[in-house]
Structure formats: C-alpha cells, structure tokens
C-alpha cells in the first residue's frame, strides 16, 4: 500500500538554527512542532527527516554525533506521540568537505538522494506527500522529487517568504506558506480532508 510522507527539513524547522548544531544540550525544539507531528501521525502521514549536515563534512563533528542527536530528539518526541520514522542527512559538501567528504553527491540539498534513500524504506505517493522546510533549498529539493512544497516561517523562512512577496514574482515557488509547523499541519491536514 502507497504510502504519504511529510519530508521534514531539521534545522529551523524543527528545532532552533543554531550554527552546525551536533551536541544535544544545544537541541532546542521550536515552539508547536510536537503538536504539529502529532497531528501529522494521526492522518496517517510517516515523518522523514532530510537535512544537509555539512559539518561533517568540515570536520567539525563526525557522523555517530548526528546519529547520537537525532536518537536524542526521538526521546523528547516520542513520549509526545511525535516520533520521526526515519532520519537520513548528507555529511558531504563539494567544496569545503574534508576527505572523502568532499564530492559532489546526489544527498546534498536541493539534490534528491535522501528521498530517494526513503524509498527503500516506504511504497511513497508523491501526490500525497510533502516537503517542508525554511529554505529555498528545501523548495527545491522536494519540487524535484516531485512532492508537495512548503514554507515554513520559523528559521529563515519568513525572510526567504518577505523577499518572495517583494519580488512581484506573484506566485511562490511552495504551494503552502505557514509561520509554524503547526500551522501548516492545520492547511495540509485539511487541505487532504477538502480533497478527498
């Protein structure tokens, strides 16, 4: 059975933007996000985190911290009935990557490789599913996958919307625009309802 999936960017979206953040007492979730995956679960939505973690990739932390932290935001959601199914991040960056970091790969957003990664786990309705996150690379990102888009206010999204809407550009490279999490949980949960 085909499956929908909320694809989550993490950093402004659903935790504080904090510069390379690695160290779980540094892990600051943003007000109403527990509310809003909930609410996502009880649809029947999967929750899959795609975040670029090019920190990694600069050396400034290593792979088993990024997994250490989102084994630690699970323990803080969980008990809420917010639990994320599946994190996936890319640890490469073309330019700044150290090592074996430094390539260009298919995982960095707006690439779609983390999607991609999902598919082994999940049968996805792209028709059903969503991207949301606060950054034009997110945008992008789930537009070429070929799921739904979404703005997110928090992190830098308000900004990223304010200088869409000066632009004069009229229409919005995201189909739905909320100031927070819960509030686009509200639009896509009853945009499904009006749907179907």
């Not at 550009?169 to 949980?185: H, V």
Request: proline share 4%; with cysteine.
């Amino acid at each position: 059975m085909m499956e929908k999936v909320i694809f989550l960017d993490r950093d402004g979206t659903l935790n504080e933007e904090i510069h390379y953040l690695y160290r779980p007492e540094d892990l600051k979730i943003l007000p109403g996000v527990p509310e809003a995956l909930r609410c996502f679960r009880e649809h029947g939505y999967k929750l899959v985190v795609v975040t670029n973690q090019a920190g990694v990739a600069r050396g400034y932390y290593g792979e088993a911290d990024v997994r250490s932290l989102h084994d630690y935001m699970n323990s803080l959601l969980e008990p809420l009935g917010a639990g994320i199914d599946h994190f996936f991040y890319c640890p490469h960056h073309p330019e700044h990557g150290v090592g074996a970091y430094r390539i260009v790969c298919r995982c960095r957003k707006p690439g779609i490789g983390m999607f991609e990664m999902a598919e082994q786990y999940y049968d996805i309705d792209k028709t059903r599913s969503w991207m949301i996150g606060d950054k034009e690379i997110d945008v992008e990102a789930g537009k070429s996958y070929g799921v739904h888009t979404a703005l997110v206010g928090t992190g830098y999204g308000a900004e990223v919307h304010a200088s869409d809407q000066k632009s004069g550009r009229g229409k919005t490279p995201y189909e739905l625009y909320g100031a927070d999490l819960a509030e686009l949980a509200e639009s896509i949960v009853n945009r499904e309802i009006v749907e179907t």
